[in-house]
C-alpha cells in the first residue's frame, strides 16, 4: 500500500474529498516525524510502536573496494510490531498472500 492509496481508502471510507483526506494522511505522518525528531516514543495501541535507536559509530568496509571506512553514529527509527497486529497476521497466515506489485 501506497500513501496514495491510503489516501484514496480513507477519502472513499470516510466519503470525504481526496484534499481532505490528503491533508488528514499527511498531519498524520507530519506529527509522527515530528515526535521522532523530538525523541518521542510512539505508541498506536494494537498496532504497535515507534522509537529511535541510537548505533554507535564503527568501522565498516566498503564492499566495492573493500577500504576501511568509519561509519559515523546515528539514530534511525524502529518499528515493534504489537501483540493484536502480530496475532491477525498469523491467524490469517493460512490465507492466500496479495500479489506484491513492488
Known amino acids: 500500500m ?4 491510503l489516501i484514496n481508502l480513507i477519502a472513499d471510507q470516510a466519503n470525504m474529498t481526496r484534499v481532505k483526506a490528503e491533508t488528514i494522511v499527511n498531519t498524520i ?7 521522532l525528531v523530538r525523541g518521542d516514543r510512539i505508541e498506536i495501541r494494537g498496532f504497535g510502536s515507534f522509537v529511535n535507536r541510537y ?5 565498516g568496509r566498503n564492499p566495492r573496494t573493500g577500504e576501511v571506512i568509519n561509519v559515523e553514529e546515528k539514530k534511525l527509527p ?4 504489537g501483540k493484536e497486529l ?8 493460512g490465507e492466500p498472500m496479495p500479489k506484491d506489485d513492488g
Open 86 to 93: 502480530k496475532e491477525e497476521i498469523n491467524k490469517r497466515a
Open 55 to 59: 548505533y554507535e559509530s564503527y568501522k
Open 2 to 5: 501506497t500513501k496514495a492509496d
Open 78 to 81: 524502529f518499528f515493534k510490531v
Open 29 to 35: 505522518f507530519d506529527s509522527m516525524v515530528e515526535a
